[in-house]
């Protein structure tokens, strides 16, 4: 059963500073991984998504990187704004069709003004 | 991206009461769609995955009972808390792909379901 890990569990940064947040999953037979933004009491925002061929994707001042063989991905985000405090979550598609999403239990980031 | 919309965002109900989320794929056909609860503080667990058409199949601990969920068009789904209680209480977000193998999720912006 594939299982997703998030560390840290918080972070906080001031404002300007490049951070990466780790996501890491146990089973490295995945289709996709994605990367979620969540605002308190809010749904997703899909941030980047990164198809097994791939290794990594860039939005803005956003990359996630993806090392199937290790079982890790990051997302690197720069000159961290106090509008990037959110929680990110990491996700794994695997199974028959990747209909299995498995995520993380997140990283709350707060960037401190 | 799609548009995957859930409604309602936010409802209170008393113990006992049902209450009914609906998810709707708004701009393509959603063949699978996905039923989350995510407690405090806590991951995105998979409730059930229902196909167009055809029963639900739920994840292990989930009462099919309590969670009824229909599936009856492409572009529609809902989930029913039947005689809902407190410790039902929880945000509940849905999911919706097409056919295609390894098409990208999309996902409602959730119900906070709070049964007082």
């Known amino acids: 059963k594939q299982e997703v890990t998030q560390i840290p569990a918080a972070l906080s940064v001031p404002e300007g500073e490049n951070l990466v947040l780790n996501c890491s999953f146990t089973d490295s037979a995945i289709y996709n991984l994605q990367w979620f933004r969540q605002d308190p009491g809010k749904g997703l925002t899909s941030l980047l998504l990164?198809?097994?061929?791939?290794r990594e994707q860039t939005s803005g001042r956003l990359n996630a990187s993806l090392d199937k063989s290790s079982g890790r991905s990051t997302l690197y985000i720069a000159a961290s704004q106090p509008g990037d405090s959110a929680t990110y979550l990491c996700?794994?598609?695997?199974?028959?069709?990747?209909?299995?999403?498995?995520f993380g239990k997140g990283t709350k980031l707060s960037v401190i003004p | 991206g799609a548009v995957v919309s859930q409604h309602p965002s936010r409802v209170i109900c008393k113990s006992g009461t049902s209450v009914k989320i609906e998810c709707r794929s708004l701009d393509f056909q959603a063949t699978t769609m996905f039923w989350y609860r995510q407690f405090p503080k806590q991951s995105l667990m998979l409730m059930a995955t229902?196909?167009?058409?055809?029963?639900?199949?739920?994840e292990q601990g989930v009462e099919k009972d309590k969670f009824l969920i229909n599936h009856a068009s492409l572009t529609l789904s809902t989930l029913t808390v039947t005689s809902a209680h407190p410790e039902d209480s929880s945000f509940y977000i849905c999911?919706?792909?097409?056919?295609?193998?390894?098409?990208?999720?999309?996902f409602g912006q959730g119900t906070r379901l709070t049964v007082v």
């Open positions: 229902s196909n167009e058409g055809s029963k639900a199949t739920y």
């Open positions: 996700a794994s598609y695997s199974g028959a069709g990747s209909y299995q999403l498995t």
């Open positions: 999911s919706a792909r097409t056919g295609a193998v390894n098409t990208e999720a999309f």
């Open positions: 990164i198809q097994s061929s791939q």
